[in-house]
Protein backbone atom coordinates (compact mmCIF):
# COMPACT_ATOMS: atom_id res chain seq x y z
CA UNK A 1 0.00 0.00 0.00
CA UNK A 2 1.82 3.02 -1.13
CA UNK A 3 -1.14 5.30 -1.85
CA UNK A 4 -3.05 7.76 0.34
CA UNK A 5 -6.12 5.93 1.60
CA UNK A 6 -9.22 6.62 3.09
CA UNK A 7 -12.02 4.36 4.64
CA UNK A 8 -15.43 4.15 4.43
CA UNK A 9 -16.92 2.73 7.38
CA UNK A 10 -20.87 1.59 6.77
CA UNK A 11 -22.88 1.38 10.39
CA UNK A 12 -26.73 2.82 9.59
CA UNK A 13 -28.39 -0.40 9.59
CA UNK A 14 -31.05 -1.28 12.15
CA UNK A 15 -29.90 -4.85 12.00
CA UNK A 16 -33.28 -6.42 12.23
CA UNK A 17 -32.38 -10.25 12.17
CA UNK A 18 -30.46 -9.41 15.51
CA UNK A 19 -33.61 -9.51 17.19
CA UNK A 20 -32.61 -6.95 19.39
CA UNK A 21 -33.82 -3.78 20.47
CA UNK A 22 -30.07 -2.11 20.32
CA UNK A 23 -28.78 -1.95 16.82
CA UNK A 24 -26.29 -4.56 16.21
CA UNK A 25 -23.32 -2.31 15.30
CA UNK A 26 -23.51 -0.90 19.47
CA UNK A 27 -23.46 -4.59 21.03
CA UNK A 28 -21.13 -5.71 23.19
CA UNK A 29 -17.66 -7.42 22.19
CA UNK A 30 -15.51 -7.71 25.05
CA UNK A 31 -16.92 -4.88 26.43
CA UNK A 32 -16.67 -2.90 23.77
CA UNK A 33 -19.19 -1.96 20.84
CA UNK A 34 -18.71 -4.20 17.77
CA UNK A 35 -18.04 -0.98 16.19
CA UNK A 36 -15.91 0.23 18.10
CA UNK A 37 -13.60 -2.98 17.34
CA UNK A 38 -13.95 -2.43 13.84
CA UNK A 39 -12.89 2.21 13.88
CA UNK A 40 -9.91 0.81 16.19
CA UNK A 41 -8.77 -2.04 13.60
CA UNK A 42 -8.43 0.66 10.72
CA UNK A 43 -7.25 3.22 13.34
CA UNK A 44 -4.29 1.21 13.54
CA UNK A 45 -3.35 0.91 10.39
CA UNK A 46 -0.26 3.05 8.90
CA UNK A 47 -1.28 3.52 5.60
CA UNK A 48 -4.98 5.10 6.20
CA UNK A 49 -4.88 8.49 6.75
CA UNK A 50 -8.60 9.26 7.72
CA UNK A 51 -12.03 7.58 8.05
CA UNK A 52 -15.40 8.42 7.33
CA UNK A 53 -18.30 6.85 10.05
CA UNK A 54 -21.85 6.75 7.88
CA UNK A 55 -24.41 6.06 10.61
CA UNK A 56 -28.25 6.91 11.06
CA UNK A 57 -28.94 10.16 11.45
CA UNK A 58 -30.42 9.66 15.04
CA UNK A 59 -26.93 8.33 15.94
CA UNK A 60 -24.77 10.92 14.69
CA UNK A 61 -24.37 12.50 18.11
CA UNK A 62 -23.59 9.24 20.05
CA UNK A 63 -20.95 8.40 17.65
CA UNK A 64 -19.01 11.56 17.36
CA UNK A 65 -19.05 10.86 21.53
CA UNK A 66 -17.95 7.13 20.85
CA UNK A 67 -15.13 8.78 18.68
CA UNK A 68 -14.01 11.36 21.12
CA UNK A 69 -14.24 8.45 24.16
CA UNK A 70 -12.46 6.09 22.53
CA UNK A 71 -9.77 8.29 20.60
CA UNK A 72 -10.15 7.53 17.25
CA UNK A 73 -8.30 10.35 15.86
CA UNK A 74 -8.75 9.32 12.30
CA UNK A 75 -12.31 9.64 12.19
CA UNK A 76 -12.37 12.82 10.54
CA UNK A 77 -16.13 12.89 9.64
CA UNK A 78 -19.33 11.35 10.91
CA UNK A 79 -22.41 11.32 8.86
CA UNK A 80 -25.72 10.31 8.41
CA UNK A 81 -26.90 7.84 5.84
CA UNK A 82 -29.26 7.68 3.34
CA UNK A 83 -32.26 5.48 2.94
CA UNK A 84 -29.86 2.77 1.01
CA UNK A 85 -26.69 1.20 1.93
CA UNK A 86 -25.22 2.62 -1.33
CA UNK A 87 -26.47 5.75 -0.50
CA UNK A 88 -24.77 5.73 2.69
CA UNK A 89 -21.76 4.86 0.78
CA UNK A 90 -21.40 7.68 -1.07
CA UNK A 91 -22.22 9.81 1.64
CA UNK A 92 -19.23 8.52 2.98
CA UNK A 93 -16.88 8.99 0.16
CA UNK A 94 -18.12 12.73 -0.33
CA UNK A 95 -17.23 12.82 3.11
CA UNK A 96 -13.32 12.26 3.25
CA UNK A 97 -10.68 14.23 2.96
CA UNK A 98 -9.43 15.16 -0.78
CA UNK A 99 -6.42 13.52 -0.46
CA UNK A 100 -7.74 10.28 -0.76
CA UNK A 101 -6.73 9.25 -3.97
CA UNK A 102 -8.22 5.82 -2.66
CA UNK A 103 -11.17 4.58 -0.68
CA UNK A 104 -11.91 1.20 0.87
CA UNK A 105 -15.45 0.33 2.02
CA UNK A 106 -16.08 -1.76 5.27
CA UNK A 107 -18.88 -2.91 7.23
CA UNK A 108 -19.17 -2.35 10.38
CA UNK A 109 -19.84 -5.29 11.81
CA UNK A 110 -16.76 -6.93 10.72
CA UNK A 111 -14.39 -6.48 13.66
CA UNK A 112 -12.71 -9.60 12.83
CA UNK A 113 -10.96 -8.65 9.58
CA UNK A 114 -7.01 -8.69 9.87
CA UNK A 115 -4.50 -6.06 8.75
CA UNK A 116 -3.11 -8.72 6.56
CA UNK A 117 -6.12 -9.11 4.44
CA UNK A 118 -6.45 -5.47 4.09
CA UNK A 119 -3.39 -4.79 2.63
CA UNK A 120 -3.69 -7.55 0.33
CA UNK A 121 -6.71 -5.97 -0.74
CA UNK A 122 -5.78 -2.58 -1.59
CA UNK A 123 -2.85 -4.04 -3.33
CA UNK A 124 -4.90 -5.47 -5.94
CA UNK A 125 -6.45 -2.15 -6.17
CA UNK A 126 -3.46 -0.61 -6.35
CA UNK A 127 -2.93 -2.72 -9.39
CA UNK A 128 -6.07 -3.01 -11.08
CA UNK A 129 -8.57 -0.21 -9.93
CA UNK A 130 -10.84 -2.40 -7.91
CA UNK A 131 -10.62 -5.10 -5.77
CA UNK A 132 -12.90 -7.28 -3.14
CA UNK A 133 -11.95 -9.30 -0.35
CA UNK A 134 -13.76 -12.90 -0.83
CA UNK A 135 -13.47 -16.02 0.05
CA UNK A 136 -14.24 -19.81 -2.07
CA UNK A 137 -17.61 -21.02 -1.57
CA UNK A 138 -17.40 -24.55 0.52
CA UNK A 139 -20.40 -25.59 -0.55
CA UNK A 140 -22.63 -26.62 -3.25
CA UNK A 141 -25.21 -23.82 -4.71
CA UNK A 142 -28.23 -24.68 -6.07
CA UNK A 143 -30.29 -21.99 -8.51
CA UNK A 144 -34.19 -22.34 -7.20
CA UNK A 145 -37.22 -21.14 -8.88
CA UNK A 146 -39.82 -19.75 -7.54
CA UNK A 147 -41.57 -23.36 -6.38
CA UNK A 148 -38.63 -24.48 -5.16
CA UNK A 149 -37.54 -26.36 -8.04
CA UNK A 150 -33.71 -26.96 -8.38
CA UNK A 151 -33.05 -25.31 -12.25
CA UNK A 152 -29.17 -25.47 -11.89
CA UNK A 153 -26.15 -25.93 -9.94
CA UNK A 154 -23.13 -23.57 -10.82
CA UNK A 155 -19.44 -25.03 -10.89
CA UNK A 156 -18.35 -24.47 -7.18
CA UNK A 157 -15.10 -23.36 -8.89
CA UNK A 158 -16.20 -20.39 -9.86
CA UNK A 159 -18.31 -18.73 -7.03
CA UNK A 160 -17.05 -16.45 -4.33
CA UNK A 161 -18.48 -15.36 -1.16
CA UNK A 162 -17.83 -11.49 -1.59
CA UNK A 163 -16.40 -9.80 1.76
CA UNK A 164 -15.44 -5.94 2.85
CA UNK A 165 -12.98 -3.99 2.79
CA UNK A 166 -13.61 -3.44 -0.88
CA UNK A 167 -11.36 -1.35 -2.25
CA UNK A 168 -11.14 1.33 -5.41
CA UNK A 169 -9.31 3.85 -7.07
CA UNK A 170 -11.46 7.13 -5.98
CA UNK A 171 -12.56 8.82 -8.82
CA UNK A 172 -13.48 5.38 -10.33
CA UNK A 173 -15.82 4.52 -7.29
CA UNK A 174 -17.64 8.14 -6.95
CA UNK A 175 -18.15 8.44 -10.50
CA UNK A 176 -19.79 4.51 -11.01
CA UNK A 177 -21.88 5.87 -8.14
CA UNK A 178 -22.25 9.05 -9.94
CA UNK A 179 -23.86 6.95 -12.67
CA UNK A 180 -25.79 4.87 -10.50
CA UNK A 181 -27.74 7.86 -8.93
CA UNK A 182 -28.44 9.36 -12.29
CA UNK A 183 -29.71 6.04 -13.49
CA UNK A 184 -31.73 5.06 -10.09
CA UNK A 185 -29.87 2.03 -10.30
CA UNK A 186 -29.34 0.30 -6.55
CA UNK A 187 -26.79 -2.96 -6.42
CA UNK A 188 -25.68 -5.41 -3.75
CA UNK A 189 -22.35 -3.99 -3.07
CA UNK A 190 -20.32 -1.21 -4.61
CA UNK A 191 -17.87 -3.58 -6.62
CA UNK A 192 -21.50 -4.33 -8.49
CA UNK A 193 -21.93 -0.68 -8.56
CA UNK A 194 -18.53 -0.43 -10.33
CA UNK A 195 -18.87 -3.54 -12.37
CA UNK A 196 -21.76 -2.16 -14.48
CA UNK A 197 -19.55 0.96 -16.06
CA UNK A 198 -17.19 -1.86 -17.93
CA UNK A 199 -14.32 -1.41 -15.06
CA UNK A 200 -12.81 -4.68 -13.93
CA UNK A 201 -12.88 -5.60 -10.50
CA UNK A 202 -10.39 -8.32 -8.84
CA UNK A 203 -10.08 -10.64 -6.04
CA UNK A 204 -8.58 -10.92 -3.35
CA UNK A 205 -8.38 -13.83 -1.08
CA UNK A 206 -10.21 -13.28 2.73
CA UNK A 207 -10.35 -15.34 5.44
CA UNK A 208 -13.42 -17.45 6.46
CA UNK A 209 -13.10 -15.61 10.30
CA UNK A 210 -14.03 -12.21 8.12
CA UNK A 211 -17.79 -12.96 9.99
CA UNK A 212 -20.19 -10.15 9.19
CA UNK A 213 -22.07 -9.99 12.80
CA UNK A 214 -25.87 -10.29 11.76
CA UNK A 215 -27.94 -12.67 13.60
CA UNK A 216 -27.51 -14.35 17.61
CA UNK A 217 -25.76 -16.81 16.79
CA UNK A 218 -22.73 -14.60 15.26
CA UNK A 219 -21.98 -12.81 18.37
CA UNK A 220 -20.69 -16.16 20.57
CA UNK A 221 -18.68 -16.85 17.56
CA UNK A 222 -17.40 -13.28 17.23
CA UNK A 223 -16.52 -13.81 21.16
CA UNK A 224 -14.56 -17.33 20.73
CA UNK A 225 -12.16 -15.47 17.30
CA UNK A 226 -11.48 -12.39 19.08
CA UNK A 227 -10.69 -14.09 21.84
CA UNK A 228 -8.43 -16.37 19.54
CA UNK A 229 -7.38 -13.43 17.94
CA UNK A 230 -5.85 -11.82 20.91
CA UNK A 231 -4.01 -14.99 22.24
CA UNK A 232 -1.78 -15.43 18.64
CA UNK A 233 -1.47 -11.47 18.75
CA UNK A 234 0.13 -11.73 22.60
CA UNK A 235 1.92 -14.75 21.28
CA UNK A 236 4.43 -12.83 18.99
Request: glycine share 6%.
Given at each position: ??A????????????????T?????????????????T??L???M??????A??????DV?R???L?Q???L????AV?????E?Q?S?????K????????V??????R?L??????RA?C???????A???A?P???????????GL?V???D?????????P????????T???E???EEHFLG?DDA??VE??G?????A???Y???????P???P????L???????E?KQ
Amino acid sequence: MNAHWGAVVVAAGRGSRMGTKESKQYLPLHGKPILVHTLELFQAMNEIADIALVVGADDVERCTKLVQEYKLGKVTAVVAGGSERQHSVFAGIKALSSAAEWVMVHDGVRPLVTQQAIRACCEKAEQSGAAVLAVPVKDTIKQVDDTGLIVSTPDRRSLWAIQTPQAFRRDLLTAAHERAAEEHFLGTDDAMVVERTGAPVVIAEGDYTNIKITTPDDLPWAEFLLEKQWREENKQ
